[in-house]
């Protein structure tokens, strides 16, 4: 496995503080984003961006020392690729030219296929008690193949030629790109830059020309700009480099498309990233808050779908209040704040809750999905999300005369629990039938092979 390349840390100029005073005991605000990109036809270069962001307080102007620990993790394998420890002095406000003490920094690495997961994590001086953290998870697959793919879209605060005097941390391309982890833009930051890549623009379609639309959506997804353009296909890639004034949007969630189509062959391939929009004269401290650990929540950007469909996995621990709540929202934007809400109420006392959730999902629908049905809507599914995975599984396999059947154990769940799932058709459908755990379903007549097992000889149905 391949290491981190590059490792630095440098001031950052060019991301302009967008919030307002908040309590001293939270000295710095912490950004975390990344973007994919083509290495080679194997592996894929990887850019990770980081700001930390000095809150205003009694002794703002006085450099501080924040530790700050990187780690990159295979998710696949458990296994962590690399992991590095920095100590930054942040906080010496220099004036009025737009540095506000906030540094930042880019973080570069080449990487197999597979799934990751990055955290940032905080300390204390002296590394001794973890402050906080953020993560981003994400799959690296290569861009190799005949059909136009791109890489991510990436949000910058400003993007100049390079010129003579040199190559920095942040030139790709003959360009200076300066990333903007913090997605917010403004008053402050009216202009929104992106960079994206394009590859394998002279693969199976013989047309000498490519089609592009570039589209600012808001949060109720009505288009608010939109940019359409050809680009020829003279190189195997292209970089595409634009922006946007969006000083006069109003506050709230924006979505950017990039969408290239190929005009021979009506084939087309996107991508698309969120943004936000803050005006922070017209909006108090608290406001300000929720809408920062909105913009690095999960929910940021996704579509009215994919917010239902995470939702309706949500449902067994949703309250039947709050299922009746979400029923009545009528736009991606009311509909991802809710979720947002759901959860940052339940990971107070546990911040893995939420990940821990939708691990057991995916788990789910990876082990006991059925024909069309997802594996999280099954009755095995459910019990896995609810109550994680059993201690011991007892399974009696079709015969002739008997119904397959599973039992699973739980040694500590309610002083010991048992679940009972019958296949009744004989295909695969598990069905559960009865329970000893208080709540679940009891069904007197499966009393016998649940509390002895296999012992009872099996049934017939």
Not at 177 to 202: A, D, Q
Request: glycine content about 6%; hydrophobic content about 35%.
């Amino acid at each position: 496995m391949k290491s981190f390349l590059y490792f630095f840390l440098i001031p950052v100029l060019l991301f302009s503080p967008l919030l307002a005073e908040t309590p001293a005991s939270e000295e710095v605000r912490m950004f975390l984003d990344f973007a994919r990109f083509k290495y080679d036809e194997t592996d894929t270069y990887l850019e990770i961006y980081y700001v930390l962001h000095p809150l205003q307080s009694e002794d703002a102007n006085h450099a501080k020392e924040i530790c700050l620990k990187f780690e990159l993790r295979d998710s696949e394998a458990d296994s962590i690729v690399a992991a590095e420890k920095l100590r930054v002095n942040i906080g010496e406000y220099e004036g009025t030219n737009g540095n506000s003490g906030i540094k930042g920094g880019l973080i570069k690495t080449v990487l197999p296929e597979g799934k990751f997961e990055v955290k940032m994590v905080r300390y204390t001086e002296g590394f001794e008690t973890r402050v906080d953290s953020l993560k981003e998870e994400f799959a690296t697959t290569p861009f190799k193949g005949k059909r136009i793919t791109l890489s991510d879209l990436e949000l910058c605060s400003d993007i100049s030629k390079a010129g003579n005097s040199g190559r920095s941390l942040f030139t790709k391309n003959q360009l200076n790109v300066y990333p903007n982890p913090t997605r917010m833009f403004g008053e402050e930051n009216p202009k929104l830059h992106y960079y994206i890549e394009l590859y394998n623009l002279k693969g199976q379609f013989d047309s000498d020309k490519i089609d592009i639309q570039v589209a600012l959506v808001n949060g109720q997804g009505k288009r608010v700009e939109v940019r359409s353009y050809s680009r020829p296909r003279n190189y195997e890639s292209l970089v595409e480099i634009g922006e946007f004034d969006v000083s006069s949007l109003r506050t709230g969630l924006y979505t950017l498309y990039f969408a290239v189509t190929d005009p021979r062959s009506t084939y087309s391939v996107y991508r698309k990233t969120g943004f936000y929009i803050l005006h922070p004269l017209n909006m108090d401290e608290e406001s300000q808050e929720f809408i920062t650990a909105l913009s690095q929540s999960r929910y940021y950007g996704l579509s009215e779908d994919e917010l239902d469909n995470l939702f309706a996995q949500c449902r067994y621990i949703a309250t039947p209040q709050e299922v009746n709540i979400f029923k009545s929202l009528s736009n991606p934007e009311t509909k991802r704040t809710f979720l947002f809400k759901f959860w940052r109420s339940r990971v107070q006392d546990n911040e893995d809750l939420e990940r821990e959730y939708f691990s057991r999902v995916r788990f789910a629908d990876e082990n006991y999905g059925y024909i069309n049905r997802e594996g999280w809507r099954t009755d095995r599914g459910r019990v896995i999300i609810v109550y994680g995975r059993p201690d011991d599984i007892e399974r009696q396999h079709s015969t002739l005369s008997e119904k397959p059947y599973e039992i699973w154990d739980y040694h500590e769940l309610d002083g010991g629990a048992k679940f009972l799932f019958v296949d009744e058709t004989g295909f695969g459908d598990y069905r559960l039938v009865s329970s000893t755990l208080r709540g679940e379903i009891q069904d007197p007549q499966w009393d016998k092979l649940l509390l002895e097992g296999t012992d009872s000889g099996g049934f017939r149905r």
